[in-house]
């Protein structure tokens, strides 16, 4: 996806699960609950999505060519509030960008609600975002000051945009961290 490519060619390599409930994976059921709900189904839901995450993790640590010690987690708008609880739960990863990503506030059972999940992430964090989202105030802000990372490795960047930030800066921001906390590619 375009939202990638730009990973790949500077020779990193890219894993892009595609979770229950998206693309070919899509089920109506999951619809109205896809974005948080306070209900069990939800719960089962997000469980599935972390255990999608965590069989890539472990397929990627089958590959010779893939350094599993340098992984980072790269999550855009419903992607990037999933980093408020994989990064939590999954230590294999080194690093974290979020763009356009936010907490959902007040959406779901208390095992699935990402506000029990956040102060535990510790990596390196960057969220990038737009400072006209509607969610600013309530979901990214929140977010990021709830964020369990030290505040010399979280940083946020709030751009002239409303939701998903310009492309060339968020190219350049993703791989600016990507090298500061993962190295350069070799």
């Known amino acids: 996806p375009m939202f990638l490519s730009f990973i790949v060619m500077t020779g990193r390599a890219v894993l892009y699960p595609v979770y229950k409930g998206t693309f070919e994976r899509r089920n109506p059921a999951l619809i109205p609950i896809h974005g948080g709900a306070d209900s069990r189904a939800y719960t ?38 999933l980093g408020a609880i994989i990064p939590a739960v999954e230590s294999r990863i080194k690093a974290s960008v979020l763009v356009g990503g936010g907490m959902a506030v007040g959406r779901a059972r208390p095992e699935a609600s990402n506000v029990n999940y956040v102060t535990r992430v510790k990596l390196p964090t960057l969220m990038l975002n737009g400072k006209y989202d509607a969610g600013l105030e309530i979901r990214i802000k ?45």
């Open 44 to 81: 089962e839901f997000l469980i599935q999505v972390v255990k999608d995450f965590s069989r890539c993790m472990d397929y990627m640590e089958t590959r010779a060519d893939i350094d599993s010690s340098r992984i980072a987690y790269y999550g855009m708008s419903w992607g990037g509030g």
């Open 142 to 186: 929140p977010m990021f000051d709830l964020l369990g990372t030290p505040a010399a490795q979280k940083k946020l960047i709030l751009f002239d945009t409303d939701h998903i930030p310009p492309r060339a800066e968020y190219i350049k921001e993703t791989l600016a961290w990507l090298d500061k906390y993962l190295g350069p590619v070799k």
